[in-house]
């Protein structure tokens, strides 16, 4: 069992910034693929963006030059760096650790991030 700890998230205004952070309970971290998702209200659940172990990356096209996804495999975390925030980005943010060999995963609590002025 994996236990993933988002925190972060709040109420900004559009063109501002928010960072938010993950913070996972495993020894095997680093065999995860670690990635956010977001569900805005009456959307389904989208993927934003994801981060292998070696650092490649996956962004949604709605954020790409927006959104910055890293990862600290000593620490355990992963992070989202969220710049020029737009209210469209207004959504409940869920960190998910994927097994892929095993394929199986894991989801955060969630954390809220609304952006509006």
């Known amino acids: 069992q994996v236990q993933l700890v988002e925190s972060g998230g709040g109420l900004v205004q559009p063109g501002e910034s928010l960072r938010l952070s993950c913070a996972a309970s495993?020894?095997?971290?680093?065999?995860?693929?670690m990635g956010w998702y977001r569900q805005a209200p009456g959307k389904e659940r989208e993927l934003v963006a994801t981060?292998?172990?070696?650092?490649?990356?996956n962004y949604a096209d709605s954020v790409k030059g927006r959104f910055t996804i890293s990862r600290d495999n000593a620490k355990k975390t992963v992070d989202l760096q969220m710049d020029s925030l737009k209210p469209e980005d207004t959504a409940v943010y869920y960190c998910?650790?994927?097994?892929?060999?095993?394929?199986?995963?894991?989801w955060g609590q969630g954390t809220q991030v609304t952006v509006s002025s």
């Open positions: 998910n650790a994927h097994r892929v060999v095993f394929n199986f995963e894991y």
């Open positions: 981060i292998t172990s070696g650092g490649d990356t």
């Open positions: 495993t020894t095997f971290f680093s065999r995860y693929v």
